[in-house]
């Protein structure tokens, strides 16, 4: 079972460790789950830390977390 806490509770971890955050992204966008608004400031942004602080702004739902979480399993299986 899938816990949208999870995602939440790791919010720092991830930030700092989540490397693919563009593949991330587009893969929410391709899903109609992020604005291409949204994916623009993601986009913009300087660094991965600050690219997966973007993406967390956009992780308003358990439908979008859960997708989110699926999406890192299968992109960014080892985070440096």
């Known amino acids: ?14 930030i700092q460790s989540v490397t693919l955050v563009m593949a991330i992204a587009d893969e929410l966008r391709q899903r109609g789950m992020i604005h291409p608004e949204i994916y623009n400031k993601i986009k913009a942004a300087g660094t991965s830390q600050d690219q997966m602080r973007e993406l967390y702004n956009s992780l308003t739902t358990r439908e979008v977390k859960f997708a989110f979480y699926k999406i890192l399993k299968e992109i960014d299986l080892n985070p440096k």
Request: proline letters at 0%; glycine letters at 0%; a positive charge.
């Open 1 to 14: 079972i899938f816990d949208a806490a999870l995602v939440d509770k790791n919010r720092t971890k991830l």
